[in-house]
């Protein structure tokens, strides 16, 4: 389950960090850059939980 969430997170911050950047360099819509960093918050999120969850696990 951690290296799970530690995949999907990377990759969709990866996602998330294309379409940022791709704000910057055409067109400038807010919602669409509001929702990529949502989108890089959730992914960091989900890496931080397959962290947690492979120290618990390390520590049983």
Request: glycine letters at 10%; hydrophobic letters at 65%.
């Amino acid at each position: 389950m951690n290296r799970f969430l530690f995949v999907f997170g990377l990759i969709f911050f990866v996602f998330c960090l294309i379409f940022f950047v791709m704000n910057f360099i055409g067109e400038y819509e807010g919602m669409a850059l509001i929702w990529t960093l949502f989108g890089m918050l959730n992914a960091c999120i989900a890496i931080g939980v397959s962290e947690i969850l492979s120290v618990v696990k390390g520590k049983k």
